[in-house]
C-alpha cells in the first residue's frame, strides 16, 4: 500500500505540474478556439516569460513578485503584437500559420540561447523555505504556485462568463460570421484573446521556472506537451485542456515515484497518443 | 584483433622501432659532423630499451603495462631548420563555440599562439590559428574537420567536446592522419585506438581523463569523507540515463560493495529532467547519508542544488555533476550550491593551480579577456598548444627530415607517458600504446590520470568560491559540513 | 503519359550532368557537403510524397530514416545483435553495403506501412502529434537499448558506400537520382491522382470509391521506404552511426526545404534541399560570421533561415519552384521545344 508520505508527495507535486501545464495549454487552446489559429510559438512566449522576468530581476533590480507581474504583461503585449504583425492577414491560411509560428519559436529558442547559453536559469522564488507536512517537507514555492495557478484559471472563468468581451468572445469563438453581423469588432476581440493566452502562459513560465528551472529547449518541450495535453482535452475546449492537464500532470508523477524518472515523459505521451486512437477528437473535443 | 595478430603486430612494430632507432643513429651522426659552433642544446634522454613490462598502481586497481620502447638519443646539432617551403604553421581549433566549453579552447589557444608567436614561434616560423565551429553536430564537425586539414591546411587539430561528436570525427582524423588534441571523456575513444592503432594513433585525449576513472575519483570522494570523520554506509545515486554513466557506475558500485557501502538505489534521469525533490524525500526515508550525482547531459544540475538546499533534509550532495564545474554555478543557483562536492573534472580548480604555468595561464587569460577561463577545456587547450610546439622542436632537434609528419609526432608524443609526464598547466602524460586501463579496457593514448598527473580533484563550494579538498599538497580548505545536517 | 516520362527523362539528366560534374569545379570540401545533400534531398522528397501529395502529415518520418540506418548499420557490424531476437544474424560475415541499404529501405517501408495503419481513423493535427512522438520514441529506444544501437555515442561502420570521399559522392548522387526519378515516376503516374484526391477531398474520394485506406497506407509504405534507404545511406556515407541525426532539428530542415521549395512537386524538395542544407552547413556561416560581428546582434544562421522561412510563408506561400518552374515553362516554350 502507499504510504502517506509518497500519497501527500504524489498529491502536492502532481497538482503543480498540473496547474502549470494547464495554464498554458488553457491559453494554446483558448487562441485555437476563438481565433481558430494554432499558434506554436505559444512555447516560446511560455519560456520568454520565464526569461524576461529573470532579466528584470538582473538588469533593474526588481523583487520577484513585481517582476512576475511585469513579465506577465509584456508576454502579453508580445503575443498580441505577434498577431497583429504577423498572423492576420494570412489567418486564413492554416499552414502558413504553422510554419509562421513554429519558425517563429524557434527564433525565440535560438536568441535565447545565444543570449543567456544552454544551461538554463533559476528564478528566485517569490516565496522561499519549506512547509512541513507531517514528516514531509514541501517548498512554499509549490504550494504557492499551485494556489496562483488555480486561481489564474478561475479568474479565467469568470473572465469568460462573467464580462462583456468575455462573452462576446464566446459567441466570436461560436460563429465568426455571424458575431460580425451583429456589429462586434472581431479583430480587437481576436488581439484581446491573444492577450490573455499570451498572458496566461508567460505566468506559467515564470511560475515555472521558480519551481524548477527554465532552459531555451523548453521551447519545444513546452510546445509538445502543451499540444498533446491540449489534443487530449479537444481542441478548443478550454475545460477538456484544464481536465488533460490534470490527467497528464498526475501520470507523469506517479510514473516517477513508481517506474523511474526517465520514463515519466514517454509514458504521457503514449497515454495520449492511446487517448487519441480510442477517442480521436480528445475528450471535449470541439466538432467543426 | 586475435592473440596472433596482436603478436605480430608487436614484432613488426618492434621491428619498426629498432629500425628507426637506427636510422636516428645514423642521421644524428651525420648532422653532428656538419654541425656548426654555435649556441647549442642537448637533449639526452637514456630509456631502457627493448620490451619493458611494468606493473602499475592505477587508483588501487594493478594494472600490467608493456611497452615496447626505443632509445632516441639527439646529440649537439645547429638550431633546426623547417622543413623547405614552409612558410607558417597552422593550429586548427574545432568546438562548439557557442557554449563556453568551446569558446573558451578558441581563447585559450589564441593565447599560447600570441605568446609563443611573441617569443619567435615555432621553430622559427610564425604560427596562425584556425577556428571552426562543430555545432555540437557530428556531420558538421566531420565536414569542418575535412575543410580544415585539406582547403585550410592545418597541422595538427585541438578541439571537441561531445563524445558522440568525436567518435564521428576519428573517422575523419584516421583518413588525413592528422594528430587531434581532444577533449571528451567516452572510454569508447580510447579503445578504439586500442583495437585499430594504426589507423587512430593520431588521437591523445588531453583535456580530461578517460571516463572511468570517475568511479575512481568518486572512491576518493567516499575515503576523503571518511578520513574527516563522515560515515557513509549508503549512497543514494542520481544519474543521466545516458552511456556515459553506464561505463563507470558499474566499477563504482563494485568498489563500494568492496568497502560493504550499499548504493540504495540509482535512479536514471533523462535530459532536462527537473523533479528532484521527490527523489531527494527517497533517499532520505531510504536512510541515505549522502547523495551521489551522475550528472552531465541532463543539464539541470543547478536545479538539483536548488531544490537539496531547500528542502534541508540531512543529505551531503556529492558526486559528478558537470553543472557544478561552472564557474558561474554559484551565480545561477543563488547560492544554493554552498556546500555540494564534486568533481573538479581536468584537474584545475582556479583557486589552487596545480603548476606554475598555469598560475600565470590564469592571471593572463583574465587580462586579456577580462574574465578567467570559463571552463576547464581552456587548460586542455592551451596545452595542447605548448605540447604540440614542444614535440615538433624535439622532433627537428632529432634531425627528422619532417618535424610535422603526424606519423612522426606520435612518437614523440608518445613519449610522455608514465613517469615522464610533461609539466604545463598540468602535468600531462599519455598511456602508451597496449595500455589497460582500470576497467580491463584499452587506454591507449588515453590522459594519465593520478595524484602526480591529472585527475578530477575533491572540490567543494565554499562561500562563493570553488576549493580543493584532496590530495593534501594541493589543497586549500578543509571540509565543511551543511550545518543542517544532524 | 509520354510528354511527363521525357519530362522526367530530361530533368533527371540535366541534373546528372551538372552533379556529376562538380569535382571538376568546387573545392574538395564542399563536396563531402554536397554528397550529403544529395541524401538530405531525399528524405525531403519522402517527406513532399507523403505530406504534399497525400496530405498525411507525417512529422515522424526522421524515426524511419533511423530505422533505416540503424538496420543497415547493424547488418555491418553484427556482433551488436547478440542478446536480441536478430541474434542468428551475429557472427555472420558482413552483409555487402548495397544489400544493407536495401534491408534499411524494407525495414522502414514495413513500420511505415504499421505506422500507417495504426494511425487511419487519425486526421489532420491529430495525425501530425501522433507522428511527431514517434522520434522521441524513436531516440529513447536509441538510449534504452545502448548495447545494441550506441546510445548518445554511437558506434563505428567498417565499410562506407565507397572507398573515397569521391566515390562516397557519386554512391549518394546516384541514390539520390534513382530516388528522384522513382519518385517522378509514381507522381506522374495515375496514382498520384489518387493521392491529390485523398490530400484535398477526403469524404469525396471515398463516395466515389476510392481506396482510401489502400492509398493512406501505400503513401507512409513508399515514402517511409525512401526515407529509409536515406538513412542506410548516410550512416554508410558518415560510417558512424549516431543517434543526433533523427530528432526534431532534422524534421525542421526537412519541412524548411520542402516549404521554401514548394510542396507538392518532388522538384521543389530538390531545389529547396539544396538550398537549404548547403546553406545550413557552408555558405549561411560566413554571412552570419559578418552579420554578428559587425552588430553584435544575437543570432546565429538558425535564426536566418528561420526568418527566410517567415519572410517567404507571407510572400512566396507556395514555395520557390513554382517560380522556378514557371520560368523554366517561359523559357521552354519561347525557344518552341515545348510547345503549349
Not at chain 2, 605568446?115 to 615555432?122: L, R, T, V
Not at chain 2, 622542436?393 to 608518445?414: I, R
Amino acid at each position: 500500500m502507499i504510504s502517506f508520505e509518497n500519497l501527500v508527495v504524489l498529491l502536492v507535486y502532481g497538482a503543480t505540474l498540473s496547474g502549470v501545464w494547464a495554464l498554458i495549454s488553457s491559453g494554446f487552446t483558448l487562441i485555437f478556439g476563438v481565433c481558430r489559429l494554432l499558434n506554436l510559438a505559444h512555447g516560446g512566449l511560455f519560456i520568454a516569460g520565464a526569461y524576461i522576468g529573470l532579466s528584470l530581476i538582473k538588469g533593474f533590480g526588481l523583487d520577484p513578485l513585481t517582476s512576475t507581474v511585469l513579465s506577465m504583461i509584456a508576454v502579453g503585449f508580445i503575443g498580441s503584437g505577434v498577431y497583429t504583425g504577423l498572423l492576420m492577414k494570412v489567418k486564413e491560411h492554416e499552414v502558413t500559420v504553422v510554419i509562421i509560428t513554429l519558425a517563429l519559436a524557434l527564433i525565440i529558442e535560438q536568441v535565447i540561447l545565444l543570449m543567456f547559453g544552454e544551461h538554463g536559469i533559476i528564478f528566485p522564488p517569490i516565496l522561499a523555505g519549506v512547509v512541513y507536512l507531517g514528516d514531509v517537507p514541501l517548498p512554499a514555492m509549490r504550494i504557492f504556485g499551485m494556489a496562483i495557478a488555480l486561481a489564474a484559471l478561475f479568474l479565467l472563468g469568470l473572465f469568460v462568463t462573467r464580462t462583456r468581451i468575455g462573452r462576446e468572445i464566446t459567441a466570436a469563438s461560436q460563429d465568426v460570421e455571424a458575431a460580425t453581423f451583429i456589429g462586434l469588432d472581431v479583430n480587437r476581440l481576436f488581439i484581446v484573446t491573444m492577450f490573455i493566452s499570451s498572458l496566461l502562459a508567460g505566468l506559467g513560465g515564470v511560475l515555472y521556472s521558480q519551481i524548477y528551472a527554465a532552459n531555451p529547449f523548453l521551447v519545444l518541450k513546452a510546445l509538445i506537451f502543451a499540444f498533446a495535453i491540449v489534443i487530449l482535452g479537444g481542441l478548443g475546449s478550454v475545460k477538456g485542456s484544464i481536465v488533460a492537464s490534470f490527467i497528464v500532470g498526475y501520470i507523469m508523477t506517479v510514473v516517477i515515484m513508481f517506474l523511474g524518472a526517465r520514463w515519466s515523459e514517454l509514458f504521457a505521451l503514449l497515454i495520449i497518443i492511446a487517448a487519441l486512437i480510442i477517442r480521436p477528437s480528445g475528450l471535449f473535443g470541439v466538432r467543426e | 584483433m586475435t592473440g596472433k595478430e596482436k603478436t605480430n603486430v608487436d614484432r613488426r612494430s618492434f621491428i619498426k622501432y629498432a629500425a628507426t632507432a637506427g636510422i636516428a643513429a645514423v642521421v644524428a651522426g651525420a648532422a653532428g659532423y656538419f654541425s656548426a659552433p654555435t649556441r647549442t642544446e642537448t637533449i639526452t634522454r637514456t630509456i631502457p630499451a627493448g620490451e619493458v613490462t611494468r606493473t602499475v598502481t592505477v587508483g588501487g586497481q594493478t594494472v600490467t603495462q608493456t611497452q615496447t620502447v626505443t632509445v632516441i638519443t639527439t646529440p649537439t646539432r645547429p638550431p633546426p631548420k623547417p622543413p623547405a617551403g614552409k612558410t607558417e604553421v597552422r593550429i586548427g581549433v574545432l568546438a562548439p563555440l557557442a557554449d563556453r566549453q568551446g569558446k573558451v579552447q578558441e581563447n585559450a589557444a589564441r593565447l599560447a599562439i600570441e605568446e609563443i608567436n611573441a617569443k619567435g614561434g615555432i621553430l622559427g616560423l610564425p604560427v596562425k590559428l584556425v577556428v571552426a565551429d562543430d555545432k555540437l553536430s557530428a556531420d558538421t564537425a566531420v565536414s569542418e574537420f575535412r575543410r580544415l586539414v585539406t582547403a585550410e591546411k592545418v597541422d595538427v587539430m585541438i578541439g571537441g567536446y561531445s563524445s558522440g561528436v568525436m567518435t564521428a570525427t576519428m573517422e575523419p582524423m584516421a583518413e588525413l592522419k592528422t594528430i587531434f588534441l581532444a577533449d571528451a571523456s567516452s572510454p569508447a575513444h580510447a579503445r578504439k585506438v586500442g583495437a585499430n592503432y594504426d589507423k587512430y594513433k593520431y588521437w591523445f585525449r588531453i583535456t580530461q581523463n578517460n571516463g572511468i576513472t570517475f568511479a575512481l575519483d568518486g572512491i576518493e570522494q567516499i575515503d576523503y569523507l571518511a578520513a574527516n570523520g563522515v560515515k557513509i554506509d549508503k549512497l543514494y545515486v542520481i544519474r543521466d540515463e545516458h552511456i556515459w554513466v553506464d561505463e563507470w557506475e558499474p566499477l563504482f558500485t563494485d568498489l563500494l560493495k568492496r568497502k560493504n557501502i550499499q548504493v540504495v538505489k540509482s535512479v536514471k534521469i533523462p535530459r532536462g529532467y527537473t523533479e528532484y525533490e521527490p527523489l531527494l524525500i527517497e533517499a532520505n526515508r531510504l536512510g541515505a547519508q549522502a547523495v551521489f550525482n551522475m550528472l552531465a547531459i541532463s543539464g539541470t544540475g543547478d536545479v538539483l542544488a536548488k531544490q537539496w538546499s531547500t528542502l534541508k533534509l540531512p543529505l551531503l550532495l556529492m558526486g559528478h555533476d558537470l553543472a557544478a564545474i561552472d564557474l558561474g554555478f554559484w551565480q545561477s543557483t543563488g547560492g544554493a550550491c554552498e556546500y555540494e562536492i564534486f568533481m573538479a573534472d581536468g584537474g584545475v580548480v582556479q583557486t589552487a593551480p596545480p603548476t606554475p604555468m598555469c598560475k600565470s595561464f590564469i592571471e593572463n587569460y583574465t587580462k586579456k579577456y577580462g574574465y578567467p577561463p570559463e571552463a576547464h577545456q581552456g587548460y586542455g587547450a592551451y596545452d595542447a598548444v605548448y605540447l604540440y610546439k614542444k614535440v615538433v622542436e624535439e622532433a627537428a632537434a632529432a634531425g627528422e627530415s619532417n618535424p610535422f609528419d603526424s606519423d612522426t609526432l606520435v612518437k614523440y608524443l608518445e613519449r610522455y607517458t608514465l613517469g615522464n609526464a610533461i609539466e604545463l598547466t598540468r602535468k600531462v602524460a599519455f598511456y602508451p600504446k597496449g595500455a589497460w586501463g582500470a576497467d580491463g579496457t584499452r587506454w591507449d593514448h588515453d590522459l594519465v590520470w593520478g595524484d602526480e598527473y591529472v585527475k578530477n580533484w575533491v572540490a567543494q563550494w565554499q562561500g562563493g568560491k570553488q576549493v580543493v579538498l584532496a590530495p593534501a599538497w594541493l589543497k586549500n580548505a578543509d571540509l565543511k559540513l551543511p550545518p543542517w545536517l544532524k | 503519359m509520354g510528354k511527363k516520362f521525357i519530362e522526367v527523362a530530361a530533368g533527371v539528366a540535366v541534373l546528372a550532368a551538372v552533379f556529376a560534374s562538380a569535382p571538376l569545379y568546387v573545392p574538395e570540401a564542399l563536396i563531402w557537403i554536397l554528397g550529403m545533400s544529395f541524401l538530405f534531398i531525399v528524405i525531403a522528397m519522402s517527406w513532399d510524397l507523403v505530406t504534399g501529395y497525400a496530405g498525411q502529415i507525417n512529422l515522424g518520418l526522421t524515426s524511419f530514416v533511423g530505422l533505416g540506418a540503424y538496420t543497415s548499420a547493424l547488418l555491418q557490424v553484427t556482433s551488436r545483435l547478440k542478446g536480441t531476437p536478430f541474434e542468428f544474424l551475429a557472427g555472420q560475415t558482413a552483409v555487402p553495403v548495397e544489400l544493407s541499404l536495401l534491408a534499411g529501405g524494407v525495414s522502414s517501408a514495413l513500420v511505415g506501412a504499421a505506422i500507417g495503419g495504426i494511425t487511419l481513423r487519425l486526421k489532420g493535427w491529430y495525425l501530425a502529434l501522433v507522428t511527431a512522438i514517434l522520434p522521441i520514441a524513436f531516440v529513447q529506444t536509441t538510449y534504452v537499448w545502448k548495447d545494441v544501437f550506441g546510445g548518445e555515442e554511437g558506434f563505428t561502420l567498417p565499410a562506407g558506400l565507397a572507398q573515397t570521399p569521391i566515390g562516397k559522392y557519386y554512391a549518394a548522387l546516384a541514390v539520390m537520382l534513382l530516388s528522384l526519378a522513382t519518385m517522378l515516376l509514381i507522381t506522374r503516374s495515375n496514382i498520384s491522382l489518387r493521392l491529390k484526391a485523398l490530400r484535398d477531398e477526403p469524404e469525396l474520394a471515398e463516395s466515389i470509391g476510392l481506396d482510401t485506406v489502400k492509398l493512406k497506407i501505400l503513401a507512409f509504405t513508399a515514402s517511409a521506404f525512401f526515407a529509409g534507404i536515406a538513412g542506410a545511406a548516410i550512416v554508410n556515407y558518415r560510417q558512424v552511426a549516431n543517434n543526433d541525426l533523427y530528432d526534431v532539428p532534422l524534421m525542421l530542415l526537412v519541412i524548411l526545404a520542402v516549404v521554401i521549395g514548394g510542396s507538392g512537386t518532388i522538384w521543389g524538395p530538390v531545389v529547396g534541399g539544396l538550398l537549404v542544407y548547403t546553406m545550413k552547413l557552408w555558405w549561411l556561416k560566413g554571412v552570419v560570421y559578418e552579420l554578428v560581428s559587425s552588430t553584435g546582434l544575437p543570432i546565429n544562421d538558425d535564426v536566418i533561415l528561420y526568418a527566410i522561412l517567415i519572410a517567404l510563408a507571407i510572400l512566396a506561400p507556395k514555395g520557390l519552384w513554382p517560380v522556378v518552374n514557371a520560368n523554366i515553362s517561359k523559357i521552354l516554350r519561347r525557344s518552341h521545344i515545348f510547345p503549349r
